[in-house]
């Protein structure tokens, strides 16, 4: 009986070892020459990252794409030309899952280096990276470790970040949590708890009404919505947007 146990603890060890060092995480870099011929009429760029394992398309982030095209509507208003730019931090859930337990380790530094050279050829330019849940504190993360000589053109937006990635609030940096509300941003235990609970409930309903909702987003913490129309969301970005680029 003790030798199955200790095999068991060897099994266990060995596997979350083997996850997290032995599978090669492959981060994507951006299109960098596709990115400088597309921009060059425009005056700011906006990358984009989803939250969960950071690989949804902007037409299927329901959660926030709104955000962006809001953010896109109002720089348009002040008479800034932009593009968005979609950026996937792994290729699948298996690295996504990988790339979140290194604390973003390697996807930071793949977009970091993308944008210090975007920076580098295009001084002219204003960039955004914005990024929800997990995808808030990648951006948080990237801005983190890029080179200071180009940080003033940079501007970061990082909604609803999960407690477990707390850290400092760089400069050009926005960091939203619906003024404390959002539970997943503070840690709320009992809240979270209860949500945890609901959530294969919440994904077996969708399953039987079609709505096929992946099990990351039948996890709805509460306050961990963040809608435009919110005095918590759109008059802060647009504050926070006006005072370092209008």
């Not at 503070?186 to 039987?208: C, D, H, M, N, Q």
């Amino acid at each position: 009986m003790e030798k199955i146990k200790l095999f068991t603890l060897f099994f266990v060890v060995f596997s979350g070892l083997f996850f997290l060092f032995g599978l090669e995480i492959v981060p994507e870099h951006l299109q960098i020459q596709e990115i400088l011929d597309s921009v060059a009429q425009n005056d700011i760029i906006i990358i984009f990252n989803s939250g969960g394992w950071g690989d949804t398309p902007l037409e299927e982030a329901k959660d926030f794409a709104p955000l962006i095209k809001e953010i896109q509507n109002t720089l348009n208003d002040w008479g800034y030309s932009s593009t968005i730019i979609p950026y996937r931090r792994a290729t699948g859930k298996i690295s996504g899952a990988k790339d979140f337990l290194n604390f973003f380790d390697f996807s930071s530094e793949a977009l970091a280096e993308d944008l210090e050279l975007i920076a580098r050829k295009l001084p002219d330019k204003k960039i955004i990276i914005a990024g929800l849940s997990n995808g808030g504190a990648f951006v948080r993360k990237t801005i983190e470790i890029i080179s200071d000589d180009v940080k003033d053109s940079i501007f970061v937006i990082s909604i609803g970040p999960p407690f477990w990635h707390e850290g400092s609030q760089p400069e050009n940096t926005l960091q939203l949590t619906n003024k404390g509300k959002d539970s997943l941003s503070a840690g709320e235990v009992k809240g979270l708890l209860l949500a945890l609970i609901k959530t294969p409930f919440r994904w077996i309903y969708s399953k039987i009404n079609g709505q096929n909702l992946p099990l990351a987003r039948a996890f709805q913490a509460p306050g961990h919505e963040y809608g435009w129309s919110s005095p918590e969301v759109g008059p802060q970005i647009v504050t926070f947007l006006s005072n370092k680029i209008r």
